[in-house]
Every structure is written in C-alpha cells, then in structure tokens.
C-alpha cells in the first residue's frame, strides 16, 4: 500500500541495507521539532544562557507540558521522540522491494536535564551534581536493561542538532 509507504517514511522507520542486510533507523520527522537551540557560529563556544528554556524548572514546553520545579535531574517523555511505541504502529511488517525494504520502528524516548541551571554544561557542574547525573545514568541503564537496546547520549551544540541550550541528555530505547 503506497499510503502505508508514506506515511512510514513520515515517520521513525528502518530501512534494510540490501548490501549488507543490516537494518538502519531513519528519523526523518525529527526536523519537524521546534528550535530553541543554539545560534552559535561554528567555532563559537559560547551558546549557554541564564535566561529560561523549554527545559527550565517551571517552564511550559512547547507541547504544553509544565516541567516541575526540579531541583536536582529530571528524566520525561520526549515531547518529540524519534520513535514511537509498538502500540501506536498498525502492523510490524516490513514492505517495499529489495532495493528499498522499510519496516517500523518502535521504542522509547527520554530527556534528561542534568540541573536546574540553564548556563553551565556537564564538564562546568560540581562533583556531587556530576556524581548525581551518573548515578540516574546507572539507575536508567538498569531499569531498561530488558529492552533490546538503550542508548544514553548527549547531542550538545547546535552542529549536532541540539534544540536546546539547556544541559541535558537523550535516552533512546529501542523495543
């Protein structure tokens, strides 16, 4: 079904490599998020700011969730994920030819803010807030370990496609 190609494509999908049959995640609606990330010219280390972001305590993002005044890390549903659960996927099959193969693909997406503080990053916070970043790391990593594949990771600066300033990371379960 053409309509089910699309929209597959529109969405989080796999592709099959018919070279190597290896299948690979494309991410394409990802661009589609709204930007409140860095304007920094390449070179430019600066880009942190004490003004209030989308993941500040208190603030309202921009699906219209209120984060809670947190005061140490903060873990939430990605309001953008890069994949969607299995249950909002029709079917699981994969379609198309041998040369362009797709299929679903499903999992989970966190955030994670570091700290409350929109104007340092990881390297520029003190041991006990680093140690307490670690430490949800560990705590994480735990509690998804029955998932086929989870990823920490933090994609920090505009160049990688940050959208915002604000230091936190991404957590990336793939069911």
């Known amino acids: 079904n ?3 190609s699309y929209l597959r494509i529109r969405m989080a999908h796999q592709r099959r490599n018919p070279l190597t049959g290896e299948w690979v995640i494309v991410c394409s609606h990802r661009i589609q ?3 409140q990330g860095e304007e920094a010219k390449p070179g430019d280390l600066a880009g942190f700011t004490k003004q209030s972001t989308y993941l500040s305590p208190g603030a309202t993002r921009s699906g219209g969730q209120v984060n ?3 005061t140490s890390t903060f873990v939430f549903p990605n309001d953008f994920p890069a994949l ?10 994969a379609e198309g030819d041998e040369l362009f193969e ?4 499903t999992g989970e997406c966190h955030v994670m ?3 409350p503080r929109s104007d340092v990053s990881l390297p520029l916070l003190g041991v006990p807030e680093i140690t307490t970043v670690i430490e949800e790391w560990v705590r994480l990593s735990k509690e998804l ?6 990823q920490v990771f933090e994609n920090k600066g505009a160049m990688v496609g ?3 300033s604000h230091p936190h990371c991404q957590v990336t379960i793939c069911t």
């Open 68 to 70: 809670p005044d947190y």
């Open 84 to 93: 969607k659960s299995s249950s909002d996927i029709d079917d699981e099959g």
């Open 2 to 4: 053409e309509y089910k």
């Open 145 to 150: 370990s029955h998932h086929r594949y989870v």
């Open 162 to 164: 940050c959208s915002n």
């Open 33 to 35: 998020r709204p930007w």
């Open 113 to 115: 803010c570091f700290t």
């Open 102 to 105: 797709i299929a679903p693909a």
